[in-house]
């Protein structure tokens, strides 16, 4: 199982399965992250947490530890 936290910058990946439970996996959803969305790893910032992503035309950061509940294609 891939998820986006394995993910390299400039790679642009379809989300399959977000894991997570209650509000952690609304929160998420929220965000725009939802089943076959692509998104694109813009960057990582220098001490490797957050990711910078692009998801449905505007940019947004993500914690590795959310980004580890999101399996991708």
Do not use: F, Q, W
Not at 34 to 52: M, Q
């Amino acid at each position: 199982m891939k998820t986006l936290r394995d993910a390299n910058i400039g790679e642009t990946v379809v989300v399959a399965r977000i894991h997570g439970e209650g509000a952690v996996k609304r929160r998420i959803m929220d965000m725009g992250i939802t089943k076959n969305v692509e998104i694109y790893v813009r960057k990582v910032a220098p001490l490797g947490d957050p990711l910078e992503l692009t998801v449905r035309g505007y940019e947004l950061s993500l914690r590795k530890a959310d980004a580890e509940m999101i399996e991708i294609k």
